[in-house]
């Protein structure tokens, strides 16, 4: 029987765990054990109401990637939890391959990157060898910060001699290198309503900006999300597992 997908296995993990949520573990301490404590912590009291956990440098630059961070991404396996490694990979594909080689060893299920660096010599072996490792990748497409207009929000003139803004582009990008996913912040409830609209049935949509960059949970779900990047509202909570249900039980049907 042929191996499930990425895609295929945190839909499962969302339905099990009744969740929508992808628990950014954005732990901030200055002292190595203290990260590792409040991580495991963090997982043992929230994994039964998340669909999968996302990592980036405010663990991945600490701490060791095949002792520390391999531990934290087995306990989200043991947990039933999909891995994600949100490094906005954006490099030639010789360095982003080496970067991924790195992070499969340590037992991710999928790595976020950058569709600005192209396909060719860019993200096609990426994107080929993850999906022979039956690995995820997933594109951004719109970033959740006021500045990623700065960016993905410019108008250029695409190969027809046409305008188009550059996260729709991305997101034609994403559907025809058949990535995984695409990241589209909430904090643009109109972009990501229309991106949602073409997108739909051909990738996940996860959205980060809820709480602290002023987005909104339902209304996230509403506009299209499939999941919702959520870290400082619940892990800076004082009831991290409360503020947690509470989101569940508005954005999970």
Request: proline share 2%.
């Amino acid at each position: 029987m042929k191996e499930k997908s990425f895609a295929d296995r945190i839909i499962t993990s969302s339905k099990e765990h009744s969740s929508k949520v992808v628990l950014a573990l954005d732990i901030v301490a200055y002292k190595r054990f203290q990260l590792m404590e409040r991580a495991l912590s963090l997982l043992d009291k929230l994994s039964s109401h998340v669909a999968a956990v996302k990592l980036n440098y405010h663990l991945l630059l600490p701490l060791n990637l095949f002792t520390d961070v391999k531990r934290i991404v087995n306990d989200a396996h043991d947990y039933g939890l999909q891995v994600i490694a949100d490094l906005k990979l954006n490099d030639i594909a010789s360095t982003n391959l080496i970067a991924c080689d790195y992070l499969w060893r340590a037992g991710f299920d999928a790595i976020i990157a950058n569709p600005f660096i192209g396909y060719e010599e860019g993200l096609e072996p990426v994107i080929k060898r993850a999906h022979d490792m039956n690995k995820g990748i997933i594109l951004l497409a719109y970033m959740s910060h006021k500045g990623s207009k700065e960016g993905y929000g410019l108008t250029v003139i695409n190969q027809n001699l046409r305008q188009e803004k550059v996260y729709n582009l991305f997101v034609k990008r994403a559907i025809d290198w058949h990535a995984d996913g695409i990241v589209v912040g909430v904090t643009n409830l109109h972009i990501l309503s229309s991106i949602a609209s073409e997108v739909k049935g051909k990738l996940l949509i996860f959205s980060p900006g809820i709480g602290v960059q002023g987005g909104d949970a339902m209304r996230a779900v509403k506009a299209g999300a499939d999941f919702m990047i959520i870290g400082r509202v619940i892990i800076e909570s004082e009831d991290p597992l409360s503020k947690l249900v509470k989101i569940n039980r508005i954005t999970y049907s």
